[in-house]
C-alpha cells in the first residue's frame, strides 16, 4: 500500500512544485529567501565564504532564526578544492557551528577533500549534522556513523557506483534523506533508486524519511504542520 507521508526534498535549489512533495529550498546567503518558499535553509556556503563578514552572517542568520519557515543552517561546510582560503572556511564553517548550538538548528553540511577537518571540528557538536549530496566509501561512512552524522542522497545514487552501494548498505534508515540539489530530477526517482538499492518497499523510505524529518525538526513544526507545507 503505498505511504500517505510526502516525499521529503531535503535539499534543493529549485522552485519545484510536485505534488506531494515537501521541498526544503536552499537559500544560498548573501542571497536573499524568495518569498514564495514555504521552507527554506541559509547558510554560507565554503565558495562564498569571503562574500561577507562573520558579523554581517551572525546578524543574518539570528534573524532568519526568528522565521517559522527557517528549519536549517546550511549548506556550510568545507571545500579544500576550491581557492577560498582554508583559514577563512574554518572560521566561517565555526562561527555556523556555533550558531547552530545557540540557536539550536540543524546543519547542513558540505564537504569536499576536507573530511578530517570537518569531523574534528564537528566532534562535539550535539545538534543534527546533515551531509548533503554524500557519496563517500564505505570506510568513510562507517567513521560518520560513530562521528553522528546524517546523510542525505542524491542524483550519485543513480550512477551505478558499487563504492557508493556499499556505503549506502551499512547506513541506518534512520539516517537516511532524499535530495535534489540542482538537478533537474524528480525526487520521487531519488526515493525509488534508495528503496531499490536497499531492498525495501518505497512506502517503507517513505515512512522512515519522514519520521526522521519529523524527530529533527520537530522544534520547528508538528506532523500535522509539516504536511501542511506539501
Known amino acids: ?37 514555504p521552507l527554506f535553509s541559509a547558510g554560507l556556503h565554503p565558495w562564498h565564504a569571503d562574500k561577507i563578514s562573520l558579523e554581517q552572517l551572525t546578524t543574518l542568520l539570528t534573524t532568519y532564526a526568528s522565521d517559522p519557515r527557517f528549519l536549517a543552517i546550511g549548506e556550510t561546510g568545507l571545500d579544500y578544492q576550491v581557492a577560498v582560503q582554508k583559514e577563512l572556511q574554518i572560521a566561517v564553517f565555526m562561527r555556523q557551528i556555533e550558531l547552530s548550538r545557540d540557536l539550536k538548528f540543524p546543519l547542513i553540511l558540505h564537504c569536499v577533500k576536507a573530511w578530517e577537518d570537518l569531523i574534528r571540528l564537528t566532534h562535539q557538536h550535539t545538534t543534527p549534522k546533515i551531509l548533503h549530496g554524500y557519496n563517500g566509501s564505505r570506510e568513510l561512512t562507517i567513521r560518520l556513523l560513530d562521528n553522528g552524522f546524517y546523510f542525505s542522497l542524491g542524483k550519485q545514487t543513480m550512477q551505478g557506483s558499487s563504492k557508493f552501494e556499499k556505503a549506502l548498505s551499512i547506513i541506518p534508515l534512520s539516517r537516511i534523506f532524499c535530495e535534489t540539489d540542482d538537478a533537474d530530477l524528480p525526487i520521487h526517482l531519488i526515493y525509488q533508486q534508495v528503496a531499490k ?34
Do not use: W
Open 197 to 230: 538499492l536497499r531492498g525495501i518497499p518505497l512506502p517503507d523510505l517513505k515512512e522512515e524519511i519522514f519520521s526522521t524529518f519529523s524527530h529533527l525538526f520537530g522544534k520547528r513544526h508538528s506532523q500535522e504542520n509539516i504536511t501542511s507545507h506539501v
Open 1 to 37: 500500500m503505498e505511504s500517505q507521508k510526502p516525499y521529503i526534498n531535503l535539499h534543493t535549489h529549485r522552485k519545484d512544485c510536485a505534488e506531494h512533495t515537501l521541498n526544503l529550498f536552499n537559500c544560498l546567503i548573501p542571497e536573499g529567501v524568495p518569498e514564495d518558499q
